[in-house]
């Protein structure tokens, strides 16, 4: 059994609703040995999926809730649910990340060496339930993505993959007022300014190459990494690149010729619980 006494307490950047404001309080302990049962058994599970399970699993405590269920981890906005799945990562594995990059523009292999702690950013000061984003003279009001928002969307994109991200929209957008049909415009101003106020679903390293020079950017996260060009931001635009390489259309997301980089971070997690890496 796993005693309190290993438990670790943490904070989210965001944190989560109650009465008389917001709890930003975890307490996490160590992937163990236990879990791997559970995780050879959620091998069906979608990854957004997996990630619910092994925080509802690992955490003793979210905010109010002691211990949480998987209801209470799905609601977490993504970058909160990041921010737990980096301090799981350094709980069970240690604090330094070691990846290995390709350059997009040469191929060479780059090593990064990281600190889990470098990547946790700072409490949102600009924190509330609901947010809204003026848009061509109509304001839109929405909420930051949960995780349940994106196991919605990993649902219908099973179906269908071009669902994603209507779905996630769909559920985040509470009103637009002024607009029968929120348009593209106002699609992507939302999807934009989710990104800026939940920095955390989506950590940005810039990355010189040591060899021609050439700066790209890096997205690191509690489940995955990537290359990515400048211009492309938020896990919305993400599912719309994913979505497009689902459908064989090019897309400047990961590399083909890179395999590392789409190594996951969780991986390392399911490794050290003994378990072979997700396919
Ligand atoms: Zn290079």
Sequence with gaps: MVGVETAAEVTMPGGVAVDDGRR????????????????????????????TALLARCLVRLGPWEPPGD????????????????????LTLGDR??????????????G????????????????????????????????LPTGSDLEAAARAAAVD????????????????EGALELPRAAADAVAARM??????????????????????TVTVDGTRRRERVPGEHTYVHQLR????????????????TDSITTMSLIDDIYTAAGLPPRG
Excluded: K
């Design 24 to 51: 930003r309080d975890a307490a996490l302990r160590p992937v163990v040995g236990a879990d791997e049962a559970f995780l050879l058994d959620a091998e069906a599970l979608a990854p957004v999926e997996r990630s």
């Design 161 to 176: 993959p071009g669902d994603g991200v209507r779905v996630v929209l769909e559920r985040c957008v509470l009103a637009a």
């Design 97 to 110: 990340l070691e990846l290995v990059l390709s350059c997009p523009a040469c191929g060479e292999a780059l």
């Design 241 to 256: 690149a994913f979505e497009a390489a689902t459908r064989g259309e090019p897309t400047n997301l990961t590399p083909p």
């Design 195 to 216: 990104a800026e106020l939940d920095p955390q679903a989506e950590v940005v390293l810039d990355m010189p190459c040591a060899i021609c020079g050439h700066r790209f």
């Design 112 to 143: 990064l060496d990281l600190r889990v702690g470098e990547l946790l950013l700072p409490p949102y000061e600009d924190w509330a339930p609901e947010h809204s984003v003026p848009v061509d003279g109509m304001r839109v009001r929405f909420r």
């Design 71 to 90: 209801e209470q981890v799905r609601w977490l906005a993504v970058g909160d649910r990041e921010a737990l799945l980096l301090h799981l990562r350094r």
